[in-house]
């Protein structure tokens, strides 16, 4: 149980185009969904917290017009990178918590995304 | 400062070896939470361990084993006779009271397990 999966597994697209990138909770309701960025050989870091129904809580630094996020049921949460520049590319997780899966977050296994 | 301390960047162990990676968290807190993660090449996150603040109780799951210590703030892990397919990124993360679905976690620390 609580699998998380992420589409697409991987991205190459041209700057100043947007990349969406889907996160879906399979078995469980997620409640609430987390957006992650990881740099190459460092730790995850949280982009943003979004509640079902509601806006996402950005962290700070993080620019709520470039990185979209949009909850829009318990099982499906999406990212979309606005204007992508190769300063972007990046590994970005998503991770949901929620019914069935409480107080424990489950990673989805990640988009790569690579801005030429 | 750092919530969550890996201190060991990368360990290279033989197969077969004990392992344990450290991880010492800070937080004003009398109710959290803490993980463990493991990441292998292919990315994904795979959940292995949460523990909450009033279990002190060291938990032993397989060749895995997990040793929590209030007194010192870690939260350490022990893979013992480790094998090639352990090699991966592990991750320790903490959450706390007020905010239990914010994730802090440690830089990571890198097991190669060499056969």
């Known amino acids: 149980g609580a699998v998380v999966s992420q589409h697409p597994s991987w991205v190459i697209c041209k700057s100043g185009t947007s990349v969406k990138i889907e996160c879906r909770s399979l078995?469980?309701?997620?409640?609430?969904m987390f957006w992650y960025r990881q740099f190459p050989k460092q730790s995850l870091m949280l982009m943003a917290t979004?509640?079902?129904?509601?806006?996402?809580?950005?962290e700070q630094g993080v620019e709520k017009d470039k990185f979209l996020i949009n909850h829009a049921s318990l099982t499906l949460s999406t990212l979309t990178v606005t204007s992508a520049h190769p300063e972007d590319s990046s590994f970005y997780i998503c991770?949901?918590?929620?019914?069935?899966?409480?107080?424990?977050?489950?990673f989805g296994p990640g988009t790569r995304l690579t801005v030429l | 400062a750092q919530k969550v301390t890996q201190a060991q960047t990368e360990i290279s162990v033989v197969e077969k070896e004990d392992v344990t990676l450290d991880c010492v968290y800070e937080?004003?807190?009398?109710?959290?939470?803490l993980f463990w993660y493991k990441q292998p090449p292919s990315g994904e996150l795979v959940f292995l361990i949460r523990?909450?603040?009033?279990?002190?109780q060291n938990e032993i799951s397989g060749r895995y084993s997990w040793n929590f210590q209030k007194s010192t703030s870690s939260f350490n892990f022990t893979i013992t006779a480790s094998q090639v397919v352990d090699s991966a990124v592990y991750f320790c993360?903490?959450?706390?009271?007020?905010?239990?679905?914010?994730?802090?976690f440690g830089s990571g620390t890198k097991l190669n397990v060499k056969p």
């Open positions: 991770s949901a918590s929620g019914q069935g899966a409480t107080d424990t977050q489950y």
């Open positions: 078995d469980f309701q997620a409640t609430t």
């Open positions: 979004s509640n079902e129904g509601s806006k996402a809580t950005y």
């Open positions: 937080t004003r807190d009398t109710t959290y939470y």
């Open positions: 523990r909450n603040s009033f279990d002190e």
């Open positions: 993360a903490l959450s706390e009271e007020g905010n239990f679905n914010k994730f802090y």
